[in-house]
Every structure is written in C-alpha cells, then in structure tokens.
C-alpha cells in the first residue's frame, strides 16, 4: 500500500500543503514559515542521501469516535469525529546507531462542525545509539510541523518546530534514570501576539525490585515565554506492581506548581488545542489508577481512573456568559476508561475505548456533568 503522508490532502476545502503554499498572505507569511522551518531542511536534504539499504516502514491509522461533548464545555455538543495519521519513515542504521527520517500527516474530520475539520503535516528526524554494552541509550530528533484549518478556524493555523534530547542509563540492573529536554517553537500567524518557545527538562528515577514492584519519581520543569513568562513544575511518584503473570495494576500521583505566572490576554494563543486553556494556568493535584489484563492472543484490557483538581490562576472566559469575575477558576475533574485490544492478523491492532468524565468547576463555560465518548481505532503496519 502506498501512502504519501506528507502530502495529505483533505476533503471538502482541506488544503494540502501545495494550496496552502499558494493561499498565504504575501511573502511577509512564506517567510516566517522557512524562518521556523529552514533550519532543519539542510538536515532533511542530507538524509535524502543515505544508502539504498535504507528500511523503509510504512504505518496508517484510523479511528471514528462519537462524543457526547465533543468540546469540553457547557453547550454539552455532540459530534462524530474520524481520524487518520499516516506515517512513512527510513531506517538506517551502523552499529550501535541508528537514524529515522519520517513524514506524517493527521486529519481529523468532524461530521456535525465541519469546519472545526484540520490537519497536521510534518517531517521529523530521530536519531538512537547505544551507550556501551547494556541498554543504555542516547536519543536525539527534530519535527518540524504545520497545522492548517478551514477558513472559519485559522486562527488555529501554526507553524512548529521541536527539538529534544533524551537519556537512558542503568545505575546499577534494578536503578534506571531517565533525563532530557526538549525546546518547541510554535508561530500562529493569525494572531498578533502569536509566537511562543516553551522549554521543557524531566529526570526520572526508576527502582525495580525483586517482588517485581517498580518504584519511580519524576520531575519536569516548564517555561514558557510570548512576550510574558510563565513557569512550572510538575513533581510525581508512581508504584507498579505485578499481581500475576498477566496482571498488573499502577498507582500515581502528581502535583503541579506554578513558578510563576503570566497575565492572561485574550490574543495570547496557547499551546493546547483550546484557546482558552494551557497547563502553565493553573495548579493542582492529580490521582491516577490502572489496571492491566493480558489476555490469550496477544488481546489486552485496560482500566484507568482518575481525579484531577486544577486551581486557575487567571480568567479565561471569554463567553458572554453569567460569571463572577471575584473567584477564580477552579474545576474538579474524575474520569474513566475502558480499553479492549485485539489483533486481527499479524499487521492489523484494533482498540475499543471508552471515556467518561464529568468536569464540576466554577467556570459555567466548563462546568458540565457527564461526557462519553466511544471509539474504534485501528492500526496499520506495512
């Protein structure tokens, strides 16, 4: 099967990367995007140069989903939403090293709100060697991106670029430490203030015992600056533990903590898919759960709860809504799901999910009750 990922084209007025080029605004518009991305396209045309040995891998995913609440919010609208991501990539490898040149494209359609329908293109390189003669081992990669939405939408539009370098080494057999960082840049040219650079640096801890319980810490630092500066630090502990050959279940908590914090401004773009929320806005808790059952051929199921608390430090409804601007936000947030996997065959996965939660806060823009969403995903592999 062929699959030409980065050259997505999307149904009903979905522009591809050639239509884009040829709709933007002026040459202001092609410079900023080869600003973010120009950088790595040396690297990209160096790659196009590696042997003919090189193993290509092909991957396709796609998934339909009904929500209830499609949104998150206080309008309760449902819609049926079908994803697709494609992934074509080049291995190469020389000893105890090897390097991934891959293309990716994600589009997500939405059958009631179609002009919510997007996608997200872009091109990556991954580079893994192993350190000594264990499992140690030393990862370093690059994506550039660019999301395009219908015209109702644009100002979702962006141009990103990520880079990151990870470590994994063994103290000792039962002691793992994990640490990294990772610097993303993303430019919505829709907006005024649109730009922004988040750094992000993790070290976690893993300690592996002979009752086959593993212990781990982590913690990750944020920073954020676009125009303002915010900051954050995220601290959790997690227990795993093996009940029998097929079953294990995990505990964790987590704790978020704001460093400090920008002033909120309505232009001010952030970086999750809503406008209106990003993780440096707030503090708070969070208790997770998951079970784990194996079960004959290679099928799995997976039980996961949860309870979030997320005190806000700003204001950030923008609705014409009933509010009083006296309190902050503050939502308490319990969630549920379920997941069945199975093969069918040797290159096909299949998952069924289903996600519950509720979100009680005192944002009635957020505030809602109940939200179910059911999905059937499956995944491809060439």
Not at 85 to 107: I, P
Not at 152 to 167: C, F, S
Not at 313 to 334: E, I, M, V, Y
């Amino acid at each position: 099967m062929h699959l030409n990922c980065c050259l997505l084209g999307l149904e009903g007025g979905w522009p591809g990367p050639l239509s884009f080029m040829t709709s933007l605004r002026g040459d202001m518009m092609i410079r900023r995007i080869f600003r973010y991305v120009g950088g790595f396209c040396p690297v990209v045309l160096l790659l196009f140069g590696m042997p003919a040995q090189a193993q290509m891998h092909r991957e396709l995913s796609v998934s339909t989903s009904y929500d209830n609440n499609a949104f998150g919010d206080y309008s309760g609208q449902g819609d049926y939403l079908t994803q697709f991501n494609g992934m074509v990539s080049w291995w190469y490898g020389r000893g105890h090293s090897q390097t991934q040149l891959y293309f990716s494209g994600d589009g997500y359609l939405f059958t009631q709100t179609r002009d919510r329908s997007f996608a997200v293109q872009g091109v990556g390189l991954l580079h893994v060697r192993q350190l000594g003669q264990g499992n140690n081992q030393f990862y370093a990669g690059s994506f550039a991106s660019v999301r395009l939405d219908r015209a109702a939408y644009q100002v979702y539009d962006y141009v990103g670029w990520k880079n990151y370098v990870t470590l994994k080494w063994y103290l000792q057999p039962s002691l793992m430490v994990r640490t990294g960082y990772t610097v993303q840049l993303r430019n919505h040219w829709q907006l005024a203030t649109s730009g922004y650079t988040d750094h992000n640096a993790f070290l976690q801890v893993n300690k592996f015992f002979p009752t086959r319980t593993t212990l781990r810490g982590d913690v990750n630092f944020g920073f954020k600056h676009h125009g303002t500066s915010e900051g954050q630090i995220v601290m959790g502990i997690q227990v795993a533990q093996s009940l029998a050959e097929n079953t294990g279940v995990s505990l964790r908590y987590q704790n978020r903590l704001n460093t400090h914090a920008g002033v909120f401004d309505e232009d001010v773009l952030f970086q999750d898919t809503d406008i209106l929320n990003d993780r440096y806005d707030y503090s708070g808790h969070e208790w997770t759960a998951r079970l784990t059952q194996q079960l004959p051929s290679r099928r799995r199921v997976i039980v996961e709860g949860g309870y979030e608390i997320r005190n806000y430090q700003t204001l950030t409804t923008l609705a014409d809504l009933s509010f009083d601007f006296s309190t902050l936000r503050k939502d308490r947030n319990p969630y549920f799901s379920l997941t069945f996997e199975t093969p069918l065959g040797e290159r096909v996965n299949s998952r069924l999910v289903y996600d519950f939660e509720r979100n009680l806060s005192t944002d009635v823009y957020y505030d809602y009750k109940e939200r179910h969403s059911f999905s059937v995903n499956f995944d491809f592999d060439f």
